[in-house]
């Protein structure tokens, strides 16, 4: 049997990061501190599950001072560090690390893409298109940042100036459907990518934990926009964070719960009171 640290813990939090744990302008996480603390304190792992890359995502985590494994560009793939204990869970080796991953190459990502623009014109820009610098003045990431998110494995992000209307978007998911490809929408940009979702990513986690484990605790997601609905439908509790607009994303799906708060002030009050609900049962 695998060892996992902790066994069955009381719970796991699956979390999306930029406009949830992270504020959307200026990327800090200060107002989820509390919760951050309380879920130390009781053993509960704390998965990030985000569109950035796994260069991005482990130094964010390393800050964290959080250890679970990763789930990288919209679940392009799941990682752990060689040396943690969650490593026997993964089946897989990329980079040089244990792995597993769902997600499509990125120059046929990058296929993709070509195929929209053909359609829509030179409005459609991906991180491809550009370098750290243009990631740079996208994002308002540092330059550090922006380099390690330039560094693409599974996802595209991409712009799209002007935005098509409703029944245009039905025309560019056709495109990429014919490539085997799909679109999605996080907080600030679109995204090509292939035949994987933070969904599936976390559900096929669950399940390898479960084997290993004898047993599954009991689970909270946390997202702000639509690339995250598949993440919220496979934990127990699935919970939006207010946009930066002070908005909830719409239509949310029967059984995902809102909370008042933008990103990491929702957060916090999202992860307590399920706390709270998890000590009452
Ligand atoms: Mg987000």
Redesign the pocket.
């Given at each position: 049997m695998v060892q996992v640290p902790g066994g069955v813990p009381d719970g796991v939090v699956f979390t999306?990061?930029?406009?949830?744990l992270l504020d959307?302008h200026s990327y800090r996480y200060d107002a989820a501190l509390p919760a951050l603390r309380e879920l130390d304190r009781r053993g509960i792992p704390v998965v990030l599950c985000?569109?950035k890359t796994r260069a991005e995502m482990a130094e964010l985590q390393a800050e964290l001072g959080i250890d679970g494994p990763l789930i990288v560009e919209n679940g392009g793939g799941i990682f752990a560090a060689a040396d943690s204990p969650w490593a026997g869970l993964l089946p897989q080796r990329h980079g040089g690390l244990p792995a597993r991953v769902f997600g499509t190459a990125y120059p046929a990502l990058r296929e993709g893409l070509a195929a929209i623009r053909e359609v829509f014109g030179p409005g459609v820009r991906g991180f491809g298109d550009t370098d750290p610098a243009g990631v740079a003045a996208w994002t308002g990431l540092p330059s550090r940042q922006a380099e390690l998110a330039w560094q693409r494995e599974f996802d595209e992000p991409f712009l799209w100036d002007p935005e098509p209307a409703t029944v245009d978007l039905g025309r560019a998911r056709q495109r990429l459907a014919a490539h085997g490809l799909q679109l999605t929408r996080?907080?600030?940009f679109w995204h090509v990518l292939g035949d994987n979702d933070k969904g599936r990513a976390v559900s096929w986690l669950l399940e390898r934990w479960r084997d290993a484990v004898g047993g599954r605790p009991p689970s909270l997601g946390l997202?702000?926009?639509e690339?995250?609905l598949p993440m919220l439908g496979v934990v127990d509790r699935g919970v939006l964070v207010e946009r930066r607009d002070g908005t909830h994303l719409a239509p949310r799906p029967a059984g995902v719960m809102t909370v008042l708060g933008q990103g990491p002030v929702g957060w916090n009050r999202a992860v307590l009171e399920w706390l709270e609900s998890l000590a009452v049962v």
């Amino acid at each position: 049997m695998v060892q996992v640290p902790g066994g069955v813990p009381d719970g796991v939090v699956f979390t999306d990061l930029d406009g949830t744990l992270l504020d959307h302008h200026s990327y800090r996480y200060d107002a989820a501190l509390p919760a951050l603390r309380e879920l130390d304190r009781r053993g509960i792992p704390v998965v990030l599950c985000s569109s950035k890359t796994r260069a991005e995502m482990a130094e964010l985590q390393a800050e964290l001072g959080i250890d679970g494994p990763l789930i990288v560009e919209n679940g392009g793939g799941i990682f752990a560090a060689a040396d943690s204990p969650w490593a026997g869970l993964l089946p897989q080796r990329h980079g040089g690390l244990p792995a597993r991953v769902f997600g499509t190459a990125y120059p046929a990502l990058r296929e993709g893409l070509a195929a929209i623009r053909e359609v829509f014109g030179p409005g459609v820009r991906g991180f491809g298109d550009t370098d750290p610098a243009g990631v740079a003045a996208w994002t308002g990431l540092p330059s550090r940042q922006a380099e390690l998110a330039w560094q693409r494995e599974f996802d595209e992000p991409f712009l799209w100036d002007p935005e098509p209307a409703t029944v245009d978007l039905g025309r560019a998911r056709q495109r990429l459907a014919a490539h085997g490809l799909q679109l999605t929408r996080g907080g600030r940009f679109w995204h090509v990518l292939g035949d994987n979702d933070k969904g599936r990513a976390v559900s096929w986690l669950l399940e390898r934990w479960r084997d290993a484990v004898g047993g599954r605790p009991p689970s909270l997601g946390l997202g702000d926009s639509e690339n995250d609905l598949p993440m919220l439908g496979v934990v127990d509790r699935g919970v939006l964070v207010e946009r930066r607009d002070g908005t909830h994303l719409a239509p949310r799906p029967a059984g995902v719960m809102t909370v008042l708060g933008q990103g990491p002030v929702g957060w916090n009050r999202a992860v307590l009171e399920w706390l709270e609900s998890l000590a009452v049962v």
